[in-house]
């Protein structure tokens, strides 16, 4: 994660902007307004984002753009863009959001479960730094 203060809010509303949320049929149980062509096709070796409640997509937007404002990214690859936006919801649930490097700017999400333990606890941690 980038520390905290490295990226202005000029910076991290740019790119805001820039990158899209646009979820993943792999980590759907419930596919509800994504327009998922198969509607959903979770894996069992993926974790759900949808597993504890269902997560429309403009909810899953707004908490993506918020992770991204927050300055909870991973430092930046060879497009400008972060391989990761972590983003902490109103009930504590820690969510990841990755991009792969062929849709630089499109971010799929999934909640981090009890088999990231570690890494959710230091995404709690450094939300609370961040978001008081």
Known sequence: MIPKGSASPKELG???????YVGSALHKLH?????FVPSHNPRPSKSP???IRSILLAEA?????LGIQAGM??????GGNPKY???VDGDNDVYEAKTKPE???EYHGYRLGEDDKE???YILEEWKKRCP
């Open 119 to 121: 890494m959710r606890r």
């Open 14 to 20: 740019s790119l805001a902007e820039r990158l899209r």
């Open 103 to 105: 849709r630089e700017t």
């Open 31 to 35: 596919p509800g307004d994504y327009g």
């Open 49 to 51: 984002c949808d597993q």
């Open 85 to 87: 936006v972590w983003v």
């Open 61 to 65: 937007q707004e908490l993506f753009r």
């Open 73 to 78: 990214v991973s430092p930046y690859g060879e």
